[in-house]
């Protein structure tokens, strides 16, 4: 059994977190805070936040019990709320008075719990074993829902049929906590039983029409008395969401729509911003602005919490803070709206996770792999430069074999550096094109033509509608995804069978098709075929053909910076074809 603590990671993991895990953190935070807002009644609040548990962090089943409270001489913890378990699990796990379990020791220790469905939990812990039984090789955590030091109870969640939990986990764990302590409270104070206040009564001798003001008085104080105390409740609901929200660990602001507008930024937020978050100020007044990668600033229809407040949402957006001394700070933004129980939107939420430290990794590392290619270059033209003197100048049958090998190894690593370069461009979203008009059918003839001659013992078909009108696109890097697919089709395909390329006009675009006959590829690996690193394993020839697993990464992601898209289909031991798209070059302007 681990204990976690605020620095601690689940057991079994290591590293940094990447900078998806912050993004969907921060997605993890708006969805929560959409799904609890606007519910009053406490049983609709219990039951949001085990559904939010359970599909937030990924659990098989949430529990929701609620604080013990001393009863005769015992600890009391009973169920409140149960998402995922069978009826017969949540009937186990709804009283657990009478014996030890991992979430009285959570509430106990206030701190979270971590523990594994080993045997000596199984023997110490109730509710593991109980959990356990329906879920086997589980780990199951209780996290203590605290505010201000008091808990209002205690959540459970198990995973099961898997490892450890990733290091995401506690960070996701301790932010919904937040959200879902407010929403406690809140159910807390629905619940609390109102002062049934009698109106004053005037003596007896007063009853009469000279009583009647005195009557009037009383009833107007009463009701001043009430309207105070609702004004102080709203007053101390509202100080508390706003210290939640300027106290929480991720950058956040809260747009409201109704009334004066107002808006909420955590202290993290304002951190980022150097300042006032952009809404919150005037344009002319503002220090900071929120622009697209590259620096353009942000209209105030395109900010986030302004889309989201008419309902259009965003998740996971790159976007840049750009601070009064003119520095820029890239942000991943996830902004939805808030709405009450009958859907009607009443503000936004976003969130900002400073993703400068991840950018920056990923320039160094494209650029140590630009300096890798680029020295890889010159010793490699030496070797071939020499290689192919050998070649030309002995006479030597040996010499001229050998010769022929260094050069065919040389263009292979030569291909290899290539790839890393442009697999890193990729990966850092700096990959640039040179798009012109192209006409695609003779670019593909002379792919088909050169394939032909390195290749002469594989047969290459040409087929192309005649109606089909130029592209937009650039043609060196087009010429390297049909390359690159007549190079797959080559090492994969029958020897016997002709390769088919195919090129048709489908309205605004076109498409290509490369199609070859052989063993075919396996169904589980055509979702993970355009991923990085991915190599076809079905089939023992396949094994030691060479390559990176970068080719067809390099390719879909040439073709969607075109605009295009690129899939593949294949039946086992038939056909396999794949196929991309490029968007018609557009028509110049009349006049």
Known sequence: MTTIAAHDRPPGTHGDPAAAA?????????????????????????????????????????????????ANGVRAIRLLAASGPPGALAGALDDLTSTPSLALHAAESRRIELAAADEAALERFADVRAIDACLKGCWVLAAPLLAAGRLLGVLTCAFGGRGAPSAELLPRVQALGALFVLALAS??????????????????????????????????????????EANARVAAEQQWLRSIIEDFPVAIAVFDERGGRSLVASRRCE??????????????????LLCAPGGRPLQHHEMPLVRAARGQGMTCTELWFRRSDGS??????????????????LGAIASYEDVTHFIERERLREEWLSIVAHDLKQPLTAISACAGMLSRRSEAADVRGSSRKILASVQRIERMAEDLLDASKLEARRFSLERRPMDLCAQLRAAVELATMERPERAVVLAADEDVPPVHADAARVDQVVGNLLLNAAKYGDPSAPTRV???????????????????????????????????????????????????YICKGIIEAHGGRIWARSEPDETTSFHFTLPLAEAPPDG
Request: glycine share 8%; hydrophobic share 40%.
């Open 502 to 552: 195919t090129l048709s006009r489908r309205d605004a675009e076109v498409e290509v098709a490369i199609e070859n006959r052989g063993p075919g590829i396996h169904p589980d690996e055509l979702p993970k075929l355009f991923q990085r690193f991915q190599r076809l394993t079905s089939g023992p020839s396949r094994r030691n053909l060479p390559g990176t697993g970068l080719g067809l």
């Open 22 to 70: 912050a993004a969907q953190l921060a997605a993890a935070i708006v969805a929560a805070s959409a799904a609890l807002s606007g519910k009053r009644d406490p049983r609709q609040i219990h039951d949001a936040i085990v559904e939010q548990a359970t599909r937030l962090l990924g659990a098989d089943l949430s529990l929701l019990h609620d604080a013990p409270t001393p």
């Open 328 to 345: 820029h700070i890239p942000v991943v933004v996830s902004a939805g709206p808030v709405r009450d129980d009958q859907g009607t939107i």
């Open 187 to 228: 159910a807390e104070r629905e619940g609390e039983p109102r002062d049934e206040r009698q109106p004053h009564r005037a003596p007896a001798d007063a009853v009469g029409s000279s009583g009647a003001q005195p009557r009037a008085e009383a009833l107007l104080r009463d009701a001043q008395a009430a309207l105070h």
């Open 271 to 288: 951190q980022l911003c150097d300042g006032a978050h952009p809404l919150a100020t005037p344009a002319p007044a503002r220090r900071a």
